[in-house]
T-cell receptor, first 116, second 112 residues
Framework: DGGITQSPKYLFRKEGQNVTLSCEQN?????MYWYRQDPGQGLRLIYY???????QKGDIAEGYSVSREKKESFPLTVTSAQKNPTAFYLC???????????????FGPGTRLTVL | QKEVEQNSGPLSVPEGAIASLNCTYS??????FFWYRQYSGKSPELIMF????GDKEDGRFTAQLNKASQYVSLLIRDSQPSDSATYLC????????????FGTGTQLKVEL
């Protein structure tokens, strides 16, 4: 059963703490993305990775960090430098499957982060 | 000017009617366009993609693309209460690789 998983579903963080959000996919997709969504707003790109061991900043990368050591995994760390981290975080993947390159992105279920 | 613009709504339509959702984009060179549906508290789900001018139909959904006027629309026929959601338009902007740029979404309410 192929798909994208994110964990945890809900996460609570105290101010000053770093937290890491997990994103795993078994779709054999090359590209992976992290978005942030605030209430009533669209998706804003945090970081993306087109290939293993390479990633680029998106529009709102400050206060976040990522790694891409394996094709299947793209964890996001929300650092204490991110001043307003409470949001819904979405991971997506995109790429080659069934013999074709696809431009569509497919999303995981999301992680809702709340700062206490 | 925002790269991808949508009316935030809410757009209210009666059950059984046609819902028309519109999206305009600023990059004339854009080639790939997507519609996602997002239920409250859930992640976006891909409904349609369209690459060529004209209409593309899939069940009750029709995507319409007009590159000359730089708009893409989504029609939902025979609207059902289960169609009530926020619909996000996304575009691949020229020079952005394969990144999608999203609009802020239109909230659709289908009323009984």
């Amino acid at each position: 059963d192929g798909g994208i998983t994110q964990s945890p579903k809900y996460l609570f963080r105290k101010e000053g703490q770093n937290v890491t959000l997990s994103c795993e996919q078994n779709l054999n997709h090359d590209a992976m993305y992290w978005y942030r969504q605030d209430p009533g707003q669209g998706l804003r790109l945090i970081y993306y990775s087109q290939i293993v061991n390479d990633f680029q900043k998106g529009d709102i990368a400050e206060g976040y960090s990522v790694s891409r050591e394996k094709k299947e995994s793209f964890p996001l760390t929300v650092t204490s430098a991110q001043k307003n981290p409470t949001a819904f975080y979405l991971c997506a993947s995109q790429g080659f499957r069934d013999g074709r390159v696809y431009n569509e992105q497919f999303f995981g279920p999301g992680t809702r982060l709340t700062v206490l | 000017q925002k790269e991808v613009e949508q009316n935030s709504g809410p757009l209210s339509v009666p059950e059984g009617a046609i819902a028309s959702l519109n999206c305009t984009y600023s990059d004339r060179g854009s080639q790939s366009f997507f519609w996602y549906r997002q239920y409250s508290g859930k992640s976006p789900e891909l409904i349609m993609f369209i690459y060529s001018n004209g209409d593309k139909e899939d069940g009750r959904f029709t995507a319409q693309l007009n590159k000359a006027s730089q708009y893409v629309s989504l029609l939902i026929r025979d609207s059902q209460p289960s169609d009530s959601a926020t619909y996000l338009c996304a575009v691949i902007i020229t020079g952005g690789g394969n990144k999608l740029t999203f609009g802020t979404g239109t909230q659709l309410k289908v009323e009984l």
